[in-house]
């Protein structure tokens, strides 16, 4: 893998404003007021996806999200004098998330896949479509989404699966390395082959 | 993982045959071995509309023929130049697709046409305006048509005549590598549902073709389907967003004579030395047709593409770790199906109608090097979106790997980086590693193009398009 300056790689990632990508990394944010029933039913809804995780083994499987929040926004914090601490009107419902590959894919998934649960996620949001079918739920998110005025990646060439595979294979090679010195030619030429078997899909 | 079957039942919309142009829902068959690619610029707004106003009565339509094949066809598709040029209004043109409008040079970097690849090197002009298909039973056939045209062009001053291409069906179907190609195409629901197994789409009553509005404008697309036909997808205003598409134009020239010294020498360090095992790896199938899914240890004698159920096949089950089909096998990039999880979901939305043609001589089996030929494929293909069909697929799947697991590993059969470290993994006890990955492909020309509608061609002509 090379390494480039910061911020500056040519990646694969597509179909988002330029402000929103760095390399392999695309951010998406998005903003939705909510109904006055939302700031009992969103808490209820975290409380209860935390507490019972295999609700989110299917987001967790789609391997290019590095993570996605969501959380329910009250009030603004203090920002020195001029913008003292406010109390936001209606509480607003604030979307966060880092993934690889191309925008539309990334909400396609969150449509086909995970069909419930953003509903769930939206269900008190005013305007929200519904997940499927898909062109109106990709609106929704387009009208509502914030462009990033400045986003980094420090590692803009790598992505999740590729930091997922070398932190698996860091291990198993370091192993493989303390067995190598301890071989004879004719065993390495056996082990080689049979470590690479065991970590083809890693490499 | 399937699809939600819709709330709403109902019966799939009739395209409008009579209007969409022919070669588009269905090919127009093998036994049309040539095809000419005209590209005309309309310098004259006003001669430009006269002529197409004259051509468009005999634009050939996808009404299935009753009298027999016609000896040559004809079909007109634009560019966003083009469009300009014959005058339509600003309003109109920005209700095109954001790819269409800057064109295919315009994103040369995104889709890998860098190096040796990008536009300044194109044999082909990077801008045209009209590119006119014609496809012919015979050369004699092709000459008289295109004497034709090219003297009906003779009578308007402000048309040139920019570039021809002509391209011709090889042997048994085959492109240049030598693989027999074409024949696996996506299902439409309502026009081609006998290839919905493995073309398809399942949901819960099984295989399905794909919403009509996934290659032709003004009817609903997967998107829409569920929606009473009130949420149509994206089209241009007015008469030209009916029974149009998107199409991409490619040519992408083959070196042929690197393929097979490739397979050559590569095949010495492959596990039993099967030359022809490898390439079978390369493509994802035996060369011909014959899925190394289903068929590992060689060809099935009696394969034939365009038989029902000769593309019913998918991946996971079978073979999750790629140790029959790589996961980088180029069949398998180019259409995944379920291979990146959760069943076809991941990857339905990104199919195109291909409809290219190899262009050039064969290399001849027995030559030991280059012959200095120029040979290559026409790619062609049409989609109702350029960037979700076609651009995601070249640029996600075909040059990238991370989807697959593959880093950022490139389709073998199409081009490494300029700098020699790309590879592919072919997978087995031990896994072979196929490399440094040479360029055997490379961009010769492109075009981003709209195909109107018979009605809508006739109301561009008529300057009343909008
Ligand atoms: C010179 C370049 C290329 C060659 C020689 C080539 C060759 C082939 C061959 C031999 C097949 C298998 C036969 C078949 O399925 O019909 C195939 C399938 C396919 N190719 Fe290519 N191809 C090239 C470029 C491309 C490009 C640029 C794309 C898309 C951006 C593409 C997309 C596909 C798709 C979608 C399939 C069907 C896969 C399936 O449904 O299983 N190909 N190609």
Redesign the interface.
Known sequence: MTVSEPGTAVGTATGTGAGNIDGQAIAITVFSTVKWWGKHWLPLLFTTLRLIPPLTRDLRKLSFIHFARWTLIRELPANGDTAPRTRLRYPHLFFESNFNDGWEEYIDAFSYVLTRGMSLFWASSYGFPGALPTGPFKDYIHRNELEAAHYYSAYPEATATMVRKALALAPAVADFAERAVRLSPAEFEGAWSAFLTDAQDLL | ?T??TPRIRRTPPVPDLADIQGGILRAYGNDYSRTTYLFVNVDETRAGLRWLGRLVDDVTSARPWTAGKPATTLNVALTYDGLRALGLSAELLATFSDEFRAGMAARA??LGDVGTSAPEYWDTPARAHVILIVNALSEDDLTGRLADLRADLGRYEGLSLMHEEHASLLPGVREHFGFADGFAQPAVEGVTDEKAPGGGVRDKDGWRGLALGEFVLGYP???????DGQ?L?SAPAGPLGRNSTYGVWRKLEQDVALFRETLRTSAAAFPGGDEEKLAAKIVGRWRNGTPIVLSPDGPAADFRGNDPGANDFLYHDVDA?GRRCPLGAHIRRSNPRDSI??GE??SF?HRMLRRGVPYGPPLPPEATGPDGQQRGLIFVCYVASI??QF??VQ??WL??G??F?L??DKDFLIRGPADGSGKM?V?????FFLGPQPTFVTTRGGQYLFVPGITGLGAVAAGTAG
């Open positions: 993982m699809i939600a970097a995104q697309d997967e998107s829409g389907r569920d929606s949420d997808p770790d999880g959760f979901l991941l939305r960037s979700r651009e995601s640029v996600q040059e990238d991370n989807v697991g880093g950022h993994t997978p087995g006890e031990p896994p």
